[in-house]
């Protein structure tokens, strides 16, 4: 099974560990595309029973420069308080000008807002 970490275009942040725990329940190899969420969102690989992870150096982390960067801001837990404070503040910004949330809460992610 595949399924994406963070949507692109809907910011929908997918229980990645709930799934798998069920694939492995009946097991079922699990390959996570964590394009967009690597580096930015904590994953414990074990925890989530995934098989292969998928990402690259072009979005959370362009290597080199960006694991020097990581390490600088506390890594990917460091980096976690930063982008949650960002979207807090763009979350209270947004519904102060009058705009509501189309996702609930528990499925919204941190990294990308639409």
Known sequence: ?????CETT???????????VLLKKYGIQYIVD?????????????SCHIDFLISSS????????????LKEEGGVE???I????NFSILKEGMSALGF????KDEHQGYIINT
């Open 82 to 85: 930063r982008y949650q404070a």
């Open 100 to 103: 509501t949330e189309y996702l």
């Open 78 to 80: 460091g980096r976690t």
């Open 58 to 69: 072009n979005k959370c982390l362009a290597f080199n420069k960006a694991l020097t960067e």
């Open 1 to 5: 099974m595949v399924t994406v970490h």
């Open 34 to 46: 964590s394009m967009n969420a690597f580096g930015a969102v904590p994953v414990d690989l074990t």
């Open 10 to 20: 809907t910011g929908i942040l997918n229980p990645i560990e709930d799934f798998g």
